[in-house]
């Protein structure tokens, strides 16, 4: 049984402060940029240093303010710019907690890619925490589209975070590129180091407006799609301090050699997880995006954390009925020491470090129905509590080696809540969650019970694993 049970991952961080020091691209200013560990549960942090009282601004899609030529944050005032390369490579190298200091308003640029963010933080080192990651799985799929430019962007349910990008720009001299990994630990060799782009045309209308100070012909790579005029390349000689500019035969301007043909499409993908990292937890699901960009990534990040949101506040598990049970009613009883009529579950689906999935069937057939209200049958809420206590002691005695030598005792109830009635022919769904790690036998949860739906009970349940003498 134990091989068929999800092991679920713990969070980490890094083991020592790392770090870089680079130019802005639109602000040309030098910035120092220090990675430094963060606990349990911090998520991404950006900490200016280079302001009074050192404001944090966390990495979350509620502070997206625009999408103009980066992902750029503010909350009470301060402002993080661009900071989409930094977040993907956290999320690459599968960080969970990381306090980023910057003395400037945005990361440096380096070449353009994740590259140098990921060889840091490998540098510093990954520690593994004590606390389970957060993660969310995908069960269905979650569109968003932009009906003008065709942009479009989903999710859909698949067995670890995986990313495709296929891009579109009406262009001969980019043309249609596709890019996909299939888990993110690809991400370090196959999309780190691919850099950011623009076309001739941006670069251009940006110079125009006093942005990308910080340009050079390293850190992007520059699509030309119109014909250079003696005017245009004076511009960029003076903006990339060079004494010569020419185009080379794949339509790039010179000193710049691809990574790989795809280069433009896994830049996307870049982007695209490290837009997503604003949702604040990890997925589980394949993202695929069909003409991305910062807004529709970020439009598709609010969608998505409205939803998590949304899913988490009615904590409804999702259960295939098609697939066999984790454990049917006899590996229970080879657990659990209650029996007819009092065994009050009767199925378990999931079963993990910090939380168990379980169902009874309620049917006229229970022995309670004939006294407890006989004209209007309804199951008594001690016993959907104790119901609820006993798919909690499978979890509990997943802690032992020898669970069938143990038993759980209640020792505490509290904050029980009955929100509707639960009568012959409903089907109960629990869930239990572990509040605190088990420590010394002693173990506390979250329980909910679940009819059609909808919450028909809550509890938090305290019990003492015991070995039976």
Do not use: W
Not at 64 to 72: A, E, L, P
Not at 246 to 267: C, Q, W
Not at 460 to 468: G, S
């Amino acid at each position: 049984m134990a091989d068929t049970i999800p092991k679920q991952q713990k969070q980490q961080t890094i083991k020592n402060e790392v770090s870089l020091k680079g130019v802005g691209l639109h602000t040309g200013k030098e910035v120092t940029l220090t990675f430094k560990p963060a606990s349990v549960n911090t998520g991404f942090v950006f900490k200016r240093v280079d302001l009074e009282n050192e404001p944090i601004v966390e990495a979350d899609i509620s502070y997206v303010v625009n999408t103009k030529r980066g992902t750029n944050l503010q909350k009470d005032g301060v402002t993080i710019q661009t900071s989409e390369h930094v977040l993907a490579a956290c999320v690459g190298m599968e960080i969970d907690n990381l306090c980023i200091e910057l003395n400037a308003s945005e990361p440096p640029i380096m070449d353009g890619s994740s590259k140098f963010f990921v060889e840091a933080l490998e540098e510093a080192g990954i520690e593994v925490q004590d606390e389970p990651r957060d993660e969310f799985v995908i069960n269905e799929i979650v569109c968003f589209k932009d009906e003008k430019t065709g942009s479009e962007v989903m999710v859909m349910p698949a067995d670890n975070y995986q990313v495709t990008t296929m891009v579109d720009f009406g262009t001969k001299v980019l043309g249609t590129q596709n890019a996909s990994i299939q888990h993110i630990s690809e991400f370090k060799t196959e999309i780190a180091d691919a850099r950011t782009f623009s076309f001739l045309h941006e670069i251009e209308n940006l110079l125009e407006n006093g942005l990308i100070k910080g340009g050079d012909l390293n850190n992007a790579i520059v699509y030309v799609d119109k014909e250079l005029n003696p005017e245009t390349m004076d511009k960029l000689r003076v903006a990339f301090k060079r004494d010569n500019i020419s185009v080379k035969p794949n339509g790039i301007l010179d000193n710049l050699t691809l990574h790989y043909p795809n280069e433009a499409a896994r830049h996307k993908l870049l982007d695209v997880v490290g837009d997503l990292a604003l949702i604040g937890t990890r997925i589980r699901g394949k993202v695929i995006a069909n003409k991305p960009g910062h807004q529709i990534n970020t439009q598709f990040a609010q969608k998505l954390a409205k939803y998590i949101k949304a899913e988490r506040r009615s904590n409804m598990p999702k259960i295939d009925y098609d697939k066999p049970p984790l454990m049917d009613v006899n590996d229970i009883m080879n657990i659990l020491p209650h029996r007819s009529p009092f065994l009050l579950v009767d199925k378990i689906y999931e079963l993990t470090e910090t939380y168990v999935i379980g169902m009874k069937n309620v049917t006229m057939n229970e022995p309670y129905f004939t006294g407890h209200f006989p004209g209007k049958p309804v199951m008594p809420g001690v016993l959907q509590v104790e119901a609820m206590a006993q798919t909690g002691g499978i979890l509990a005695l997943k802690s032992v080696p020898d669970p069938e030598n143990y038993l759980t005792f209640f020792m505490k109830i509290d904050n029980v809540k009955f929100k509707r009635q639960v009568v012959p022919g409903d089907t109960l769904i629990f869930k239990l969650e572990l509040l605190a790690p088990i420590r010394r036998g002693i173990c506390q949860m979250q329980g909910y019970a679940y009819v059609d739906g909808k919450l028909a009970t809550e509890a938090i349940l305290m019990a003492q694993i015991v070995k039976q003498k």
